[in-house]
């Protein structure tokens, strides 16, 4: 079993932030969809209906897991034979403090096992009181263009930073081409396309913030890969099952 309780109450926290009054099998069903759980815990338990990750969800209900040892970020209540969660002003502040991470991890439609990994890290940080800073380098883009984009001024400047290395990193003579269909922007469009490519995140890329940049980098651009537009929005199109970049490149060449 890889997943725990534990683990379990941040991104609990973000779906019962978003839906009000969502039941327990609301929560099981979204946290399903949304983690994808792979492995020993996608597995059915004997004799029940429940895979070793939905037991997981109920337990975290069951054990008061979620209220976090009664410091009350949620509240529970029933309404006839029903129940439903709500979250507190305690329980948002705790979820505001990690969202950044938390959105980051889970908008990018990482495997199981990365947000497996990205939620130990960020539980890990939570209890050693350290902070994660997250890229996106795509918004970076956006910015630089004119377009209003949601991000602080500091996640901009080191997705900046990122954005450049990997443009240096992936580059030849100045230009640049997406690594599953070749498209370059630059050949294409001439001084319209120059410098222009997007940043496909294949595993999660996340910094502490008293890390080293530098040596940050050095694994960041190992997991980052330059993508044009079109690639990169195939690639994210399906929730559940995304694509790599090697079986998108397959599908191009056949074609």
């Known amino acids: 079993m890889r997943i725990s309780e534990p683990k379990l109450i941040l991104p609990a926290l973000y779906f019962i932030n978003n839906k009000p009054n969502i039941s327990t099998s609301e929560l099981i069903g979204v946290l399903t969809e949304c983690l994808k759980p792979s492995g020993e815990d996608a597995e059915i338990l004997k004799n029940r ?13 069951s054990h008061k897991t979620i209220d976090q040892n009664g410091l009350g970020y949620t509240e529970y209540k029933r309404e006839g034979n029903n129940g439903y969660h709500k979250i507190t ?15 980051y991890l889970m908008d990018n439609n990482f495997s199981y ?8 890290k960020l ?22 263009e004119g377009n209003k984009i949601k991000t602080t001024t500091s996640k901009y400047k080191r997705s900046r930073k990122l954005r450049d290395a990997a443009f240096d990193y992936y580059s030849e003579d100045g230009t640049i081409q997406c690594e599953v269909c ?8 001439g001084d319209s396309g120059k410098g222009f490519i997007e940043m496909h995140h294949k595993n999660p890329v996340f910094k502490y913030e008293d890390e080293d940049f530098e ?3 050095k694994e960041a651009l190992k997991n980052i890969a330059p993508v044009c537009s079109n690639c990169h929005r195939i690639i994210h199109r399906f929730f559940k099952n995304q694509l790599t970049i090697e079986e998108l490149r397959k599908k191009v060449e056949k074609s």
Do not use: A, H
């Open 89 to 103: 002003d305690k329980g948002k502040k705790f979820l505001e403090e990690n969202l950044e991470f938390l959105e």
């Open 182 to 189: 070749g498209f370059d922007f630059y050949d294409f469009y």
């Open 113 to 120: 096992d990365n947000l497996e990994n990205g939620i130990t």
């Open 215 to 217: 040596i940050f980098l």
């Open 49 to 61: 209906k429940d895979t070793k990750f939905s037991q997981i969800v109920r337990n975290l209900v």
């Open 123 to 144: 539980t890990k940080s939570i209890n050693e009181n350290r902070i994660i800073e997250t890229f996106d380098e795509n918004s970076s883009i956006l910015i630089s």
